[in-house]
């Protein structure tokens, strides 16, 4: 027989007590704590002794806190993430009123307080940062899914569930959110996110199949050539990286990016030397001329441009 285990610590910061009376019955079959970590709490087979288990919130505990839970018979275990854990010999003899521990009620409902503070407070934040991405999927007219979004919003939810949770408890009402469903949301989140990015990242793939949405030109001038110019087509209105690296002896090259119809969507007038990277270019549905110019005495030049899609944005 196994003379270990461990077993996976699904409970919420509200659920202590639930957390408690589980190691209480593990202790009665046998399995005693050792220590708790995030991976879970690792237990001993000891059938010789029984306990009974209880959890204080206390993140700096002094000398006379363990001294206090010492003199009222507790034992302390372990500690993790400001939980102090405890345990005291099963007497069937003794009634359930010494079995309840001792804990300051002031500190522990200042934690508390503290606790939906901060999660009140990231709620906010993500709840800022996923009406930012919303705006801009709107803005785009839903050309892509906004993956940022979606993340942003599920933190959203998460904390200020969180945070109603911990409101509940401050009043003694019950509360209905478990860290297993909790675990389940985000798991399911997690699903839907990647689900997001595989279809995001599919239809990214098959556009870039087209030329067109992955373009590179390179240009090596001649004396006799002045101009050269390059069709563009877009299929889908969106955000573009322009990749732009030349260098002219003798003369200045210019760069422009037009439609159809004429508008420019990039000009870089008369330079030598350009070296630029992922410069965010907005482009429409449509077709579009790119034009380099040099300007006459040019003798030699290299020129190198890449318009690529934003995958992410």
């Known amino acids: 027989m196994k003379k270990t285990k461990r077993v996976s610590v699904l409970y919420a910061a509200w659920e202590a007590d639930k957390e408690a009376q589980m190691l209480s019955e593990q202790s009665e079959k046998g399995w005693q704590l050792v220590k708790t970590n995030i991976f879970g709490s690792k237990l001993v087979w000891d059938d010789s002794v029984r306990y009974v288990y209880q959890i204080d919130r206390k993140r ?155 373009t590179t030109m390179t240009w090596e001038k001649t004396p006799e050539e002045t101009e050269y110019e390059m069709d563009l087509v877009i299929r889908k209105a969106d955000t573009y990286f322009l990749d732009l690296d030349f260098e002219c002896e003798g003369a200045d090259i210019s760069v422009v990016i037009e439609d159809s119809e004429g508008k420019e969507y990039y000009r870089l007038d008369g330079s030598r030397s350009c070296s630029i990277e992922n410069h965010d270019i907005e482009l429409d549905k449509g077709d579009y001329i790119v034009t380099v110019t040099a300007d006459e005495g040019c003798s030699d030049a290299k020129f190198y441009i890449k318009i690529d899609r934003n995958f992410f944005f």
């Open 60 to 214: 700096s505990p002094d000398a006379r806190y363990y001294e206090t839970f010492t003199e009222q018979g507790w034992e302390h275990v372990t500690k993790f993430n400001g939980w102090q854990y405890f345990r005291k010999k099963y007497d069937p003899s003794l009634g359930e009123e010494e079995y309840k521990i001792y804990t300051d009620e002031q500190t522990y409902a200042d934690s508390l307080r503290k606790d939906k503070k901060t999660m009140t407070v990231f709620g906010i934040i993500y709840a800022v940062y996923t009406a930012v991405y919303a705006l801009k999927a709107v803005f785009d007219g839903f050309a892509n899914l906004n993956v940022f979004a979606a993340i942003f919003l599920m933190y959203t939810v998460l904390f200020f569930a969180m945070s109603i949770q911990i409101g509940k408890k401050m009043k003694g009402e019950k509360t209905n959110i478990t860290g297993k469903s909790i675990l389940g949301i985000m798991m399911s989140a997690l699903f839907v996110i990647f689900a997001m990015l595989g279809v995001q990242y599919a239809s990214y793939r098959i556009d870039s199949c087209s030329p067109y949405l992955n």
